[in-house]
């Protein structure tokens, strides 16, 4: 009734193969932590921004205190942005070493787990699509508050009238 799998080659040259066939995801996992370093420097300064805000904002009012305000909302959302690509990254990692992991047994055991293989890099395409995507919409939303103030703009007039 049960069939005997065949004994996997544990051979120095069937390693070395196996090897070679994890090298892709683990070039992958390096861009993966390349692109974890660029969010965690960007959270660093919303982070940074919000802390110089939040005594700015507790000391002013009236318009000042509503602008400072806004601004700290827009700076709560980056950073809740940023703490979701991250995850996403993180889990794109996660799935990644997985992969490598059930590359690894499979060809030491002879496991058929090719579909789990490739639905594991599927989950891990979208996932780092998806931290992608909200690392863009980040981006976006910290862009568009970054804008100087009309009255500002008015007050730098050339003085030589120009």
Do not use: K, Y
Not at 65 to 80: F, G, I, K, N, P
Not at 107 to 115: D, F, N, Y
Request: charged share 15%; hydrophobic share 60%.
């Amino acid at each position: 009734m049960f069939q005997s799998l065949p004994a996997a080659d544990t051979s120095v040259s069937a390693v070395a193969q196996i090897i070679q066939l994890a090298v892709a995801p683990v070039f992958l996992l390096a861009g993966i932590g390349a692109f974890l370093n660029v969010c965690a420097g960007r959270l660093s300064r919303i982070v940074d921004r919000a802390r110089a805000v939040e005594p700015l904002m507790l000391a002013a009012r009236g318009l000042e205190h509503d602008r400072r305000l806004a601004e700290m909302r827009v700076l709560d959302r980056r950073m809740a942005l940023v703490s979701w690509a991250i995850f996403l990254s993180v889990l794109a990692a996660v799935l990644i070493c997985l992969v490598v992991v059930l590359l690894f047994a499979a060809s030491l055991t002879g496991a058929h787990i090719g579909t789990a293989v490739a639905l594991l890099f599927i989950a891990c395409m979208i996932s780092v699509g998806l931290g992608f995507a909200v690392f863009l919409w980040e981006t976006r939303v910290g862009s568009r508050a970054v804008r100087i103030r009309t009255e500002i703009l008015e007050h730098m007039v050339d003085p030589d009238g120009d």
